[in-house]
């Protein structure tokens, strides 16, 4: 016997099914592989998880710096401007400090500009971690060195790294092969993550402000 126009079989395959409304309407499991049998209540997709021996930087732009007036002039390190946190900067601190310190943090690392350090103090504070200070980076050799040496220093741990704006940036755009200046409009206080395995670089987040906004840790 022939079937009705427009009315085939139902498979596990995704075949249209018959019978069950008119052409158009699809089986709802799919066997991806010949041994494979839907599970009673279907599939998950699968969430992101981290690698075992993958190191989890949060890439922190420092806080929001005091305001430049031109009597008095910001002291020099390295040839670079190094301001204080204006009374803001140390409010965004704080929260930061909240909101990472149930997260996990092996270590905290900042920059020689005391904005970083002045950022990452209440966190310090709440943690006692192991810190260390390195030097600001200078785009794309200097700052693919020390994210790589920091990485492998912290194989399976997340670590805070306290920088600046074009670290965060130049880092960001390394790992995900963007366009230059992709990513330099990292807000004061702003979470990225970056997560490194021995062969990959993966952007996990950018420019997180949901501390600053009033929001409870996370």
Known sequence: MGQAPGRCRATAAGRPAAGRGGPGRYATHVVTSPDQSPAAGGYRQNRFALPPDAAELLLIRHGESERATLATPFPMVDGRADPALAPEGHEQAERLADRLRPAGISAIYVSTLRRTA??????????????????????TARVR??????????????????????????????????RP????????????????????WTVRGFNDTAHLDGAGPS
Not at 146 to 151: E, F, K, L, T
Not at 160 to 170: C, Q, S
């Open 145 to 178: 060195e020390i994210v790589s040496r920091i990485a492998a220093a912290h194989p399976g741990q997340r670590v805070a790294v306290f920088t600046h704006g074009g670290v965060i940036g130049e880092a960001l755009a390394q790992a995900s092969g963007s």
């Open 181 to 200: 200046f992709a990513f330099i409009t990292a807000d004061n206080g702003s979470i990225s993550r970056l997560v490194i395995t021995a062969d990959r």
């Open 118 to 139: 002045l950022t990452a103090a209440p966190l310090a504070a709440r943690l006692d971690p192991r810190g260390e200070a390195e030097p600001a980076a200078q785009f």
